[in-house]
């Protein structure tokens, strides 16, 4: 993917659409986050609707031409959908296959029957956090729910020493690791190298899904000690199909974008040189569009064909994983319109003035205002769309590896404190059968563990590139 820089974004608006200083900037932000957020929280309203609607408050509080906002929006709002758009569509057909076929449970299967009982809660991790890359976070728990179900009822554990672990996968994956909307949209605000973003992301992950995964459930088996409700145990996608992939096949599968994407960036650092061959066939079969393209293309035989899929039986399943997503893309799109609308205002300068007079690193900054949005919105895709147009002008000087950890400290604080405004808050308590104090205790807890562990490596990373 062809990341917009900051300076691109700047040069489509030749000068700010309003002339409003810092204060009146100030105001007509908070203004416009407070529309979101009042309209998400107490009207319930659509994020997309929300969004769009900030947008326009936001452009009316600083005083700009309705008609300046309106370009501005629409512009964001393009340029995002262009080049995150067919990146989410992908990773929703890859899933679906994955789903569909039995891919997933094959995996789960495959690493469960050779865990002990000691070291079921890592099996979970790493179950979750294999299937948790091509999927959406409420995909994966609707496919991950009932193998935590079972293992829990038939190995007699605590749900939430099995429970939490496999949370934890899904979430570090949904926050900090592209494809995923949210950091793909934080990458593309911010300029940022999406190979080297991923490559950090995984560094960040692996700590933080263990602390918060594994470790934490243990605390968490003690203070809420359950069992799994038999209502909430449904049929498993593969239990109706006659076979289903191989392990390695789709391991190989699922992980071959990732590995695409990472040789890229590894050849871009010790190559360095855009006219060398090598580095010019990996900057193709490594950009994301190319590298989860040839995932799909490979999982039609791997996936769809090896469970006996018939070419109707795979344009079917295309076709069903496209129209989940609409949402999720309208979303994203309104969320880069509020950016573009953000930066078009010059909320950057307001906040490089803002970052300089009260001397916040720039890492911590990006953490906290999503922090703030995720805390008010209840929504992690919200949070970090929102936090990185807020932030983009503080990565135009920053080092592509500093750029990239910038994306990070907006994702983990995307995550921070689930609440009762999160709809992953209801979905985790309704299929785990508790109520709202036993679910703050575990899954908001998890969520905060995951957000503040993810920032502390996240700035150790950045004393060392």
């Given at each position: 993917?062809?990341?917009?820089?900051?300076?691109?974004?700047?040069?489509?608006?030749?000068?700010?659409?309003?002339?409003?200083?810092?204060?009146?900037?100030?105001?007509?932000?908070?203004?416009?986050?407070?529309?979101?957020?009042?309209?998400?929280?107490?009207?319930?309203?659509?994020?997309?609707?929300?969004?769009?609607?900030?947008?326009?408050?936001?452009?009316?509080?600083?005083?700009a031409?309705?008609?300046?906002?309106?370009?501005?929006?629409?512009a964001?709002?393009?340029s995002?959908?262009?080049?995150?758009?067919?990146?989410?569509?992908?990773?929703?057909?890859l899933?679906?296959?994955?789903?569909?076929?039995?891919?997933?449970?094959?995996?789960?299967?495959?690493?469960?029957?050779?865990?002990?009982?000691?070291?079921?809660?890592?099996?979970?991790?790493?179950?979750?956090?294999?299937?948790?890359?091509?999927?959406?976070?409420?995909?994966?728990?609707?496919?991950?729910?009932p193998?935590?179900?079972?293992?829990a009822?038939?190995?007699?554990?605590?749900?939430?020493?099995?429970g939490?672990?496999?949370?934890?996968?899904?979430?570090?994956?949904?926050?900090?690791i592209?494809?995923?909307?949210?950091?793909?949209?934080?990458?593309?605000?911010?300029?940022?190298?999406?190979?080297?973003?991923?490559?950090?992301g995984?560094?960040?992950?692996i700590?933080?899904?263990?602390?918060?995964?594994?470790?934490?459930?243990?605390?968490?088996?003690?203070?809420?000690?359950?069992?799994?409700?038999?209502?909430?145990?449904?049929?498993?996608?593969?239990?109706?199909l006659?076979?289903?992939?191989g392990?390695?096949?789709?391991?190989?599968?699922?992980?071959?974008?990732?590995?695409?994407?990472?040789?890229?960036?590894?050849?871009?650092?010790?190559?360095?040189?855009?006219?060398?061959?090598?580095?010019?066939?990996?900057?193709?079969?490594?950009?994301?569009?190319?590298?989860?393209?040839?995932?799909?293309?490979?999982?039609?035989?791997?996936?769809g064909?090896?469970?006996?899929?018939?070419?109707?039986?795979?344009?079917?399943t295309?076709?069903?994983?496209?129209?989940?997503?609409a949402?999720v893309?309208?979303?994203?799109?309104?969320?880069?319109?509020?950016?573009?609308?953000?930066?078009d205002?010059?909320?950057g300068?307001?906040?490089?003035?803002?970052?300089?007079?009260?001397?916040?690193?720039?890492?911590?900054?990006?953490?906290?205002?999503?922090?703030?949005?995720?805390?008010?919105?209840?929504?992690?895709?919200?949070?970090?769309?929102?936090?990185?147009?807020?932030?983009?002008?503080?990565?135009?000087d920053?080092?592509?590896?500093?750029?990239?950890?910038?994306?990070?400290?907006?994702?983990?604080?995307?995550?921070?404190?689930?609440?009762?405004?999160?709809?992953?808050?209801?979905?985790?308590k309704?299929?785990?059968?508790?109520?709202?104090?036993?679910?703050?205790?575990?899954w908001?807890?998890?969520?905060?563990?995951?957000?503040?562990?993810?920032?502390?490596?996240?700035?150790?990373?950045?004393?060392?590139?």
């Amino acid at each position: 993917m062809t990341s917009l820089s900051v300076e691109m974004l700047a040069a489509d608006a030749v000068e700010p659409i309003t002339s409003a200083g810092n204060a009146q900037l100030g105001i007509a932000v908070l203004a416009g986050i407070a529309v979101i957020v009042l309209l998400i929280t107490t009207f319930k309203m659509h994020a997309f609707l929300a969004l769009t609607i900030g947008s326009l408050a936001l452009g009316s509080f600083a005083g700009a031409a309705p008609a300046k906002t309106i370009a501005s929006f629409t512009a964001g709002l393009g340029s995002t959908v262009a080049s995150v758009g067919v990146l989410i569509a992908l990773g929703a057909i890859l899933g679906k296959l994955l789903a569909d076929s039995g891919g997933a449970d094959q995996i789960v299967d495959t690493i469960l029957d050779r865990a002990s009982k000691r070291s079921m809660p890592w099996a979970m991790v790493l179950i979750a956090s294999v299937i948790g890359l091509p999927l959406f976070f409420e995909v994966g728990i609707v496919l991950l729910i009932p193998v935590v179900l079972l293992v829990a009822k038939r190995g007699n554990y605590s749900l939430m020493r099995i429970g939490i672990p496999a949370l934890a996968g899904l979430s570090v994956m949904h926050g900090l690791i592209p494809p995923h909307p949210g950091p793909l949209v934080a990458i593309d605000a911010l300029g940022a190298n999406l190979g080297v973003t991923l490559a950090l992301g995984v560094l960040v992950a692996i700590p933080t899904v263990v602390i918060a995964g594994p470790l934490f459930s243990r605390y968490a088996a003690r203070w809420v000690d359950i069992q799994a409700p038999e209502r909430m145990i449904p049929q498993r996608p593969s239990e109706e199909l006659d076979r289903r992939p191989g392990f390695g096949a789709t391991l190989a599968t699922m992980l071959l974008p990732v590995v695409l994407m990472l040789v890229k960036a590894l050849v871009d650092i010790v190559v360095d040189d855009p006219e060398q061959g090598l580095q010019k066939i990996t900057d193709v079969i490594g950009s994301p569009l190319i590298a989860l393209l040839a995932a799909v293309v490979l999982g039609m035989f791997t996936l769809g064909r090896a469970a006996g899929f018939s070419r109707g039986r795979l344009s079917s399943t295309v076709e069903k994983s496209l129209a989940p997503i609409a949402g999720v893309l309208l979303i994203v799109g309104a969320g880069g319109g509020f950016k573009q609308t953000l930066i078009d205002a010059g909320v950057g300068q307001m906040i490089l003035d803002f970052s300089q007079d009260w001397s916040i690193p720039a890492l911590l900054l990006g953490w906290l205002i999503a922090v703030a949005i995720r805390l008010a919105t209840g929504s992690a895709t919200v949070a970090t769309i929102s936090a990185a147009g807020l932030v983009a002008p503080l990565a135009t000087d920053m080092s592509t590896s500093h750029a990239a950890l910038l994306v990070l400290a907006v994702g983990a604080g995307s995550l921070f404190f689930s609440h009762v405004n999160d709809a992953g808050f209801w979905l985790v308590k309704e299929y785990f059968g508790m109520d709202v104090g036993q679910t703050v205790k575990t899954w908001s807890v998890m969520e905060t563990i995951i957000s503040v562990v993810a920032l502390v490596f996240v700035l150790l990373l950045s004393l060392i590139l």
